[in-house]
């Protein structure tokens, strides 16, 4: 079966810096996506994946091993703003989305 | 702003209704689905349509139906709800040009409750 792994819940100190693991096991892969979504709102696009390697967005990055099924997302100098869900998904050989249920960010001041 | 909305952004509605949640977009993509999120759950695939006469079903198609009346708008139905339907629904599009990881872009969700 295809499955996707992930925390369920981390907390950071604000101003500090926190990586989200992704691990994954799936039929085919396309790239690997990371969301962010905000208690009730939708999610929103973060980065997305395909060749091995870091990829840098400002305060967040992320890596990506298709040879480990592994990923991560990395996000500098917390922000209170980033208390959200991240949400790994990885395109499979059908080119669609599988979704991890998804990692509870908490920040502290 | 281009954008994707849809309506009834809330709904509580009693088991046994025929419940319509609508989707429309203005980012001209071609692409466009439907997903159920429950808490502590991955979003789950309901439907999907990659052009307005391609009609494909998710991993839990079942209980549901889905009308692409033009290529802008994506309807899902719930022929007779019951409980186990509450959930958040989420509507998404995404474009099928040759570049680019062809991310998704979600409207602001539709919470259902069925009674």
């Known amino acids: 079966g295809q499955n996707i792994d992930q925390p369920t819940e981390m907390t950071a100190t604000e101003g500090a810096i926190v990586q989200i693991n992704c691990t994954y096991q799936?039929?085919?892969?396309?790239?690997l996506f990371w969301y962010q979504q905000h208690a009730g709102e939708a999610p929103t696009f973060l980065s997305y994946n395909v060749l091995d390697g870091l990829e840098e967005k400002g305060r967040f990055s992320s890596f990506l091993s298709r040879s480990k099924g592994y990923s991560y997302l990395l996000l500098k100098e917390l922000q209170m703003k980033d208390s959200a869900s991240y949400l790994c998904?990885?395109?499979?050989?059908?080119?669609?989305?599988?979704w991890g249920a998804g990692t509870k960010l908490i920040i502290k001041p | 702003d281009a954008d994707v909305t849809q309506t009834p952004r809330n709904r509580i509605t009693k088991t046994g209704k025929r419940i319509m949640l609508e989707c429309s977009q203005t980012k001209g993509h071609d692409r466009m689905y439907w997903y159920r999120q429950d808490p502590g759950l991955g979003l789950q695939l309901i439907y999907y349509s990659f052009d307005v006469k391609d009609i494909n079903k998710g991993e839990i198609s079942d209980g549901y139906s889905v009308s692409r009346q033009a290529q802008a708008k994506f309807s899902l139905s719930l022929e007779s709800a019951i409980p186990n339907q509450t959930a958040l629904y989420f509507c998404a599009t995404s474009d099928s040009g040759l570049a680019g990881g062809h991310e998704q872009f979600f409207g602001p969700g539709t919470r259902l409750t069925v009674l």
């Open positions: 998904a990885v395109r499979d050989s059908n080119y669609q989305l599988i």
């Open positions: 799936t039929s085919g892969f396309n790239g």
